[in-house]
């Protein structure tokens, strides 16, 4: 392998059109050594200028690096460029847009950068003032009735990660066509260092973050308060804004994990700064027994997410998404004041949700993966989830999911259950002996080559099975809509579809037993048809990979 021409000459015209000095010369020297030969140089070479970094429904996501695939200033002054032209031909020239950010490396850098490409392109810039979770920049898209609101942040990727996250004036996350739009609109920019840019943004005080607190302080539907609570925001920008809303809602000031409390781009104390990877709330539940918790928090590093922690019959573990999305969903359906309310949850979770709005009266809806299409799920929606720990319970003020707010109704369910002499585990046994067990697992294919997956989708489809675990079932295919099978049957359901952000192939497991006499046999009953249902989708999806 050696260094053509051509990759040479795209470098090269990057480095000249890049706008920062830093990154310049980063990219300048993996040049120098791809011209030397270096086999590893080459290879770095072709990587960084194999892209640019694709836009889609969820913005950018990359490593912090020079180069078109990656994140860096340049890369975000091209990508607001597209997105002020996208919002200029749908008539939103010259609109309020408002630009946050979180702690990750060069997030400070980029929000800055984004924000002087609007001002420069007519718009009415706001910044929010200083890093604060994503759930704030939603709100903010709809208290100011903005056009448009940019989120930098990486959420819960890896350390080295950063991201762009574009929300629209629905004050939700775009749907296409509008990736696809904005995808064109940012390859027709010019150069980074030819885009226009100025100072002046207005940098918001503490009106919108406080606005954001009371609304949120409005949630609880009851008035107990006592609960003694440990969280950990993960070193990412969490801690002070739940901090904030647990005071404001009425609670005691949470224990936060002391490692874990400050913003650190470098997240030294978790292999990846996620609550649902093993280890990464170790800490937290380490706190928890300790202090004689009531309930364990954690917040993802942009605090869209939160998990929850428990102590049941064996000890302290983390609750899984779909429990913690059954619990708030029961709790707010409830105590809800709306005449005709809607839940929704998406192809991939948990079904138990229908059962619980059925039991209510109200109305339940699923739909694909992504909070994108759960926040646009229908009118009188007052909850959504989804199984990765994604919660909205507050969707008439932030069309996303917000970990912060999910944090403080799950204080008001477990201080209202606590004044009551019970508990969150007591509540799951209590609804699995209502509506039946449901359990659910995952199981993920991870490929070296991504034609691997569509060869696989395409074999699935041209020969489906006719049975899993014994068990009957029925495919149902959702394309065009979507690169989804279901295969449904007696008591039994399991979702194909590829990964939208890694190599892999995702199949989403559920099975249901009623529970005729004692839970503990209903549960037995299922895990073991779960496990039989696993090691059947495993070998489905090892053959001919």
């Given at each position: 392998?050696?260094?053509?021409?051509?990759?040479?000459?795209?470098?090269?015209?990057?480095?000249?059109?890049?706008?920062?000095?830093?990154?310049?010369?980063?990219?300048?020297?993996?040049l120098?050594?791809?011209?030397?030969?270096?086999?590893?140089?080459?290879a770095?070479?072709?990587?960084?200028?194999?892209?640019?970094?694709?836009?889609?429904?969820?913005?950018?996501?990359?490593?912090?690096?020079?180069?078109?695939?990656?994140?860096?200033?340049?890369?975000?002054?091209?990508?607001?460029a597209?997105?002020?032209?996208?919002?200029?031909?749908?008539?939103?020239?010259?609109?309020?847009?408002?630009?946050?950010?979180?702690?990750?490396?060069?997030?400070?850098?980029?929000?800055?950068?984004?924000?002087?490409?609007?001002?420069?392109?007519?718009?009415?810039?706001?910044?929010?003032?200083?890093?604060?979770?994503?759930?704030?920049?939603?709100?903010?898209?709809?208290?100011?009735?903005?056009?448009?609101?940019?989120?930098?942040?990486?959420?819960?990727?890896?350390?080295?990660?950063?991201?762009?996250?574009?929300?629209?004036?629905?004050?939700?996350?775009?749907?296409?066509?509008?990736?696809?739009?904005?995808?064109?609109?940012?390859?027709?920019?010019?150069?980074?260092?030819?885009?226009?840019?100025?100072?002046?943004?207005?940098v918001?005080?503490?009106k919108?973050v406080?606005?954001?607190?009371?609304r949120?302080?409005?949630?609880?539907?009851?008035?107990?308060r006592?609960?003694?609570?440990?969280?950990?925001?993960?070193?990412?920008?969490?801690?002070?804004?739940?901090?904030?809303?647990?005071?404001?809602?009425?609670?005691?000031?949470p224990?936060?994990?002391?490692?874990?409390?400050?913003?650190?781009?470098?997240?030294?104390?978790?292999?990846?700064?996620?609550?649902?990877?093993?280890?990464?709330?170790?800490l937290?539940?380490?706190?928890?027994?300790?202090?004689g918790?009531?309930?364990?928090?954690?917040?993802?590093?942009?605090?869209?997410?939160?998990?929850?922690?428990?102590r049941?019959r064996?000890?302290?573990?983390?609750?899984?998404?779909?429990?913690?999305?059954?619990?708030?969903?029961?709790?707010?359906?409830?105590?809800?004041?709306?005449?005709?309310?809607?839940?929704a949850?998406?192809?991939?979770?948990s079904?138990?949700?229908?059962?619980i709005?059925?039991?209510?009266?109200a109305?339940?809806?699923?739909?694909?993966?992504?909070?994108?299409?759960?926040?646009?799920?229908?009118?009188?929606?007052?909850?959504?989830?989804?199984?990765?720990?994604?919660?909205?319970?507050?969707?008439?003020?932030?069309?996303?999911?917000?970990?912060?707010?999910?944090?403080?109704?799950?204080?008001?369910?477990?201080?209202?259950?606590?004044?009551?002499?019970?508990?969150?585990?007591?509540?799951?046994?209590?609804?699995?002996?209502?509506?039946?067990?449901?359990?659910?697992?995952?199981?993920?294919?991870?490929v070296?080559?991504?034609?691997?997956?569509?060869?696989?989708?395409?074999?699935?489809?041209a020969?489906?099975?006719?049975?899993?675990?014994?068990?009957?079932?029925?495919?149902?295919?959702?394309?065009?809509?979507?690169?989804?099978?279901?295969?449904?049957?007696?008591?039994?359901?399991?979702?194909?579809?590829?990964?939208?952000?890694?190599?892999?192939?995702?199949?989403?497991?559920?099975?249901?037993?009623?529970?005729?006499?004692?839970?503990?046999?209903?549960?037995?009953?299922?895990?073991?048809?779960?496990?039989?249902?696993?090691g059947?989708?495993?070998?489905?999806?090892?053959?001919?990979?």
């Open positions: 392998m050696s260094l053509t021409a051509e990759l040479r000459d795209r470098a090269f015209r990057w480095i000249a059109d890049d706008v920062d000095p830093d990154s310049r010369a980063e990219l300048q020297q993996v120098a050594r791809a011209m030397s030969q270096d086999p590893a140089a080459l770095e070479l072709e990587d960084r200028m194999g892209g640019p970094l694709e836009f889609g429904t969820a913005g950018l996501r990359g490593p912090v690096r020079a180069g078109p695939n990656g994140m860096n200033t340049a890369v975000v002054v091209r990508t607001t597209g997105v002020a032209a996208w919002l200029a031909s749908r008539g939103k020239a010259g609109g309020v847009v408002v630009v946050g950010r979180d702690a990750r490396h060069g997030s400070a850098e980029f929000a800055t950068a984004a924000a002087e490409v609007l001002t420069a392109a007519g718009f009415d810039t706001r910044v929010l003032p200083g890093p604060l979770p994503t759930p704030v920049l939603a709100f903010a898209v709809r208290e100011l009735s903005a056009v448009a609101g940019i989120q930098i942040t990486a959420s819960h990727n890896p350390p080295a990660d950063n991201g762009y996250k574009l929300y629209d004036d629905t004050g939700a996350q775009i749907v296409p066509p509008a990736d696809s739009l904005i995808e064109k609109a940012i390859a027709a920019a010019p150069g980074a260092v030819s885009v226009p840019r100025a100072p002046g943004a207005t918001l005080g503490d919108v406080d606005g954001y607190l009371a949120v302080a409005a949630l609880p539907r009851g008035t107990a006592e609960l003694r609570v440990v969280a950990t925001a993960l070193h990412g920008v969490g801690a002070e804004t739940l901090a904030a809303a647990l005071r404001a809602a009425g609670f005691a000031e224990e936060l994990v002391a490692a874990q409390r400050e913003p650190d781009p470098d997240f030294p104390t978790v292999a990846f700064p996620n609550p649902e990877e093993p280890g990464a709330t170790d937290l539940l380490e706190l928890a027994e300790k202090s918790a009531d309930l364990a928090v954690a917040l993802d590093p942009d605090a869209d997410r939160c998990a929850l922690g428990v049941d064996d000890g302290w573990r983390m609750l899984r998404g779909d429990e913690t999305g059954v619990l708030l969903g029961e709790h707010i359906l409830s105590t809800v004041d709306s005449a005709d309310p809607l839940v949850t998406t192809i991939v979770s079904s138990m949700l229908g059962e709005a059925a039991a209510h009266g109305r339940y809806t699923e739909t694909l993966t992504g909070f994108k299409w759960l926040a646009r799920a229908g009118e009188g929606l007052v909850f959504a989830y989804e199984e990765a720990l994604g919660l909205c319970v507050n969707p008439d003020f932030v069309r996303d999911k917000d970990g912060i707010a999910a944090a403080v109704l799950a204080c008001d369910l477990a201080a209202t259950l606590k004044e009551r002499g019970g508990s969150l585990p007591a509540s799951l046994d209590e609804l699995a002996v209502r509506h039946g067990v449901h359990l659910t697992d995952q199981v993920s294919l991870r070296s080559e991504l034609g691997t997956i569509g060869r696989l989708m395409s074999r699935l489809r020969e489906p099975p006719a049975e899993l675990a014994g068990t009957a079932v029925t495919v149902t295919d959702l394309l065009p809509e979507a690169d989804v099978l279901r295969l449904t049957g007696d008591g039994l359901r399991v979702v194909v579809r590829p990964s939208g952000t890694e190599p892999k192939l995702k199949a989403y497991l559920q099975v249901t037993e009623p529970v005729a006499a004692e839970l503990a046999d209903a549960r037995q009953r299922a895990a073991g048809r779960l496990a039989g249902l696993r059947a989708v495993e070998a489905l999806l090892k053959e001919d990979t």
